[in-house]
């Protein structure tokens, strides 16, 4: 004989379905939410990688900068040091024309003064 009533346990209430389907859903939205975390975190540590190693290229191409602006100034020291000298090699050159110039005038005049004795001498 079949009984009238029903077992109260096989049949599940309406408010367990929308628990379930509200708990399916939370695991479901949680999933998604870590799956989005797990890149977001990812691309985070991958920029603050990045941003070390920038800063340290940063420092390696200032102390290279440095370096390069220390040896700029020896060399220009030193082509100003080789400028100074051709300048006074010019100058010792045209002291050196100078003189010889001088020294042709007096050869000159003593050509003069001995000549003008040997006429004088002539006279006599």
């Not at 870590?34 to 941003?51: G, K, M, Q, T, V």
């Not at 390696?60 to 080789?82: E, M, P, V």
């Not at 010792?92 to 001088?102: C, G």
């Amino acid at each position: 004989m079949p009984s009238s009533s029903s077992n109260p346990t096989s049949i599940a209430p309406p408010a367990d379905d929308a628990q379930q389907a509200r708990l399916a859903l939370n695991a479901s939205l949680s999933a998604v939410g870590h799956s989005i975390d797990a890149e977001l975190r990812s691309r985070a540590i991958n920029l603050h990688s990045n941003s070390r190693a920038l800063s340290a290229q940063e420092a390696a191409l200032a102390a290279q900068t440095a370096a390069l602006a220390k040896q700029n100034a020896q060399w220009q020291k030193l082509a100003d040091s080789g400028t100074s000298k051709l300048k006074e090699m010019g100058d010792i050159e045209n002291w050196a024309e100078m003189i010889e110039r001088d020294l042709a005038q007096v050869e000159q005049t003593m050509r003069l003064v001995d000549e003008r004795g040997q006429e004088g001498q002539r006279r006599d």
